[in-house]
């Protein structure tokens, strides 16, 4: 079970009080209306899904209420940062990065542990 | 007798740490035996000279206790205390005797000593690796009607009890700076040195007391004390202090995400007259910072032909039970070793009395202290040597031993042979913390290598085997400043892992290599002939290591053979995944308080037990109970459901729409926030109206609907449907937060605070008018779609006007502490005046009539307002909604799309069925074209004709057309209508 930092309480609460929301920083465009199909296809149905450091939304549903975002990477499941919804996307500390890279190496893979070693 | 002999003829005087006075009695297998308080199931029985505990799994081969821990793959027994506590599964080397156990050996028929199943070892060429998987491929209907009944049945130890669990479980949270796992040498100096901090410290150890090797380890020193003294002394001390926590008899059985790990304690399974209020066991989550895994290592078994007979067991086991138990394996003890430490077991047994027959060891050059020493003791020795064989039907008699690599064998008698093949580091926490192993090349083992999480291991798990260097380890785990010494009289050498000699590919001998799950050397070899390269098919293929144990013993073994089969080294074949439990875990720890009415909690609405009490059946949506009908004596559903329709047309009827969701939408920009989250406009409705409301996703297909009264210029009365006023509420709350922060609005989920009476009928003003105060209810001041804060009763209550039946409708709602009393008046009221209760299936019924639809019944996420007959909810003056630009993509306005229309069947009586397929022409060839399907379909006693409603293409332009509905044993021709089929006009709503 994930320990989250939510950056409204300011406290490191159990995943049981969260609940996931999908990918961070698409942003509704404010002219929706007039948006071409494939400027709609962008903001609703396509989304990243990427391995590795990935840019989420969480809601402190249990507790707060609040949504926030979230920089976490998806191989290790370690947060490298939590911080408030409307915030631009906040780059990772180059340290917190540097590891989480590093670790992404030497993580297990469906590859490495589950199919062939070779 | 005295009390010693009592409880075993293999009790040595003077051995062992148990207090002879302190008996319990307990059966097995329906004979009485003699334990001392402290004995396991196992030393118990060994005392007495049982050896024969169970048979195998696969081939039945008597087999007894091989090792003294938690890691036993082969004494697994049946423990009851009486009828409904009863556990299959038991290891008899974990399992502690309590005064009364009844204890019993499994997988057998008719008895231990002959078991019928048994002939499957002499079938054993037939049941080779993957021989289900071959065999069993052909007629595939036979699979789940032959085949798979049949192996259930004779696969798996233990039976299953039958009878609810009497007892019940604990849970608790905990959260911690640093947990140490393991309270062995390693973990007790960590818990030392962390306590030295002021940090808060949890330390855990599964066995009753800490101690961990040095229950067997009888000659290391710590502090010049003796080891297992140390450890206890040890242990009071930390329980002293306020900052540690010591559980014994608990297990690490989960190392997950983020310094989370499950523990089990168990509480009363070792204590003969248990408290009831005590549990049975308790779970433990604990979110900690740090953790330190002293987890130790566990010994590994000699793979030889035919090395699972009762009396063969590790040295380490055979130790424990002698140095803890005072309980000797046998009086002639036979050691079959490739390292050191089996000859300390031997040394100790010497000592003791027993006779030791010979220690054969697989090396050429074993350690020489242990050499020298067994030399002082008298005990041969003879290195370069093998056991190929071992003789004796029930109990090993004999083993046979020749020198390697050359053919002349001798047989020498023994009674029990204990075995070592070296130690393998528990490193199986360190792997589900998703940590890196690494292969220690020089000792064949894995051991920890990169951490994922903030832990680290310290002593036999980690590979530090030196006593020193360990307890040096473990102070600087910790993390404090402590100095303590050790002293330990051999430094072990040695070890192997694979088939030893006379066991290799050459030999068609059934050497085991995992008991649990009767897998040989051989098989694996076949596995790996057989196509299989990965570990994780050979894993799969042979069943290696997947029994309960998890392969403890066997991975290692298993690996290096299929990695010499292969011809790859071993960290290239790889080691399989570690996953938790470490241990098995109860059902009913893992459930623990979620049983009966807990399991799923039911939410009742304030008039519920009212309900009840006028024999309402119940049926549940979401996690609600609703009153579905309210039968008289004597009535079936059916006939229940028709008088209610009829009732409420007639008279009038009172239904409970309390779980309707609610949300209270106030603030200044309210108006402009519910503008934005559905498809109407909401700046239009003055206060004290009420409009039917569609949300759609930002898509474009039906999210929710229902009514939303305005109360005042900045205060929304939002009601959503029953099942979906969370999700509505997230959807509008994540609007709220991320897309519109700008408007000043506030949300509230008021669902369970209003209690909602909704008084359907034509009788409907005259039922409610006397209990109203503070609002004229005439047409003229209060109109269909009106809503009005008043009071009901004397308590202050919001008032609709609202239909969902096509009556004139009102729908009352007052906080919820006064539902029951203000239904049981109006209820009262209602009788009087011939009105009636009514549930959902009539209010299904009625909304059909109308052609009113149901969120989730006739839609299903692909609907949007037009295809459901409702783009006049759609606003065309607004330039921004959700789901506005959703509703202009090209297949949501294309011609042809799937529309809700009504059906009626060409034969009155018929009434379709729900989910029924729909087609133009029936005598297609199949598969036929599916113009849509039924969605609701109900008989209409007022309309004395049954009526459906059905998504069909093009739906509306189809009005009079005859399509048809195959059912399996029939064709039934329906007829495309208007979706109204009662009170076309709607006259009736207005009263």
Redesign the interface.
Known sequence: MLLIHCPYCEEDRSELEFRWAGEAHVVRPENIAAISDEEFAEFFFLRNNEKGLTYERWRHIHGCGRFFNAARDTVSDRFLMTYKAGLPKQPVPVAEKFAAIAEEKSVETWEQTEGDAR | MSASSNSGAFRIKGAGRLTPARTARFTFDGNSYTALEGDTVASALLAHGVHLLGRSFKYHRPRGILTAGPEEPNALLDVSRDAARRQPNVRATVQEVFDGAKIASQNRWPSLKYDIGAVNDLLAPFFAAGFYYKTFMWPKEAWAKIYEPIIRRSAGLGVSPTEDDPDHYASRYVHCDVLIAGAGVAGLTAALSAAATGKKIILVDEQPEVGGALHYDASTTIDGQNGYDWAQATAVKLKAMPNVTVLTRTTVFGY?????LGLVERVTDHVAKPSKDAPRERLWQV?TSKVILATGSIERHMVFANNDRPGIMLASAARNFLNHHGVTVGHNVGVYTAHDSAYEAAFDLKRAGVSIATIVDSRDKPGEAVLAEARKLGIDVLSGHAVVDTSGRLRINSMTVARNGNFDRRKIKVDALIVSAGWTPSVHLFSQS?G?LKFDEANQRFVPD?Y?QNSVSAGACNGTDNLAELIDEAITAGGGRIALSGENRFDWTGGMIGAAEGAGPDHAVKAFVDFQHDVTAKDIRLAVREGM????HIKRFTTNGMASDQGKLSNMHGLAIASEMLGRPIP???LT?FRAPYTPVTYGTLINHSRGELFDPARKTPMHALEEAEGAEFEDVGNWKRAWYFPKRGEDMHTSVSRECKTVRDVAGVFDASTLGKIEVVGPDAAAFLNLLYTNAWDTLKPGKCRYGIMTR??GFIYDDGVVGRLAEDRFHVTTTTGGAPRVL?HM??YL???F?HLKVWLTSTTEQWAVIAVQGPQAREIIEPFVDGQDLSNEAFPHMSVAECTVMGVPARLFRVSFTGEVGYEVNVPADYGAAVWKAIWERAQSMGACLYGTETMHILRAEKGYLIVGQDTDGTVTPDDAGYGWAVSKKK??FVG???L???DLVREGRKQLVGILTKDPKEVLEEGGQIVADPNQPKPMTMLGHVTSSYWSENLGRSIAIALVAGGRSRMGETLYVPMADKTIAVEVTDMVFFDKEGGRING
Not at chain 2, 256 to 260: A, C, E, R, T
């Open positions: 997950y995400n983020h310094g989370f979110r998703r890196k990169v994922a390269h990965s570990i994780e290239q074949v790889g995944t930002e898509d997230n709350e994540d937060q991320t897309e922060p330039t921004d506005i630009r959703g202009k993509r090209p």
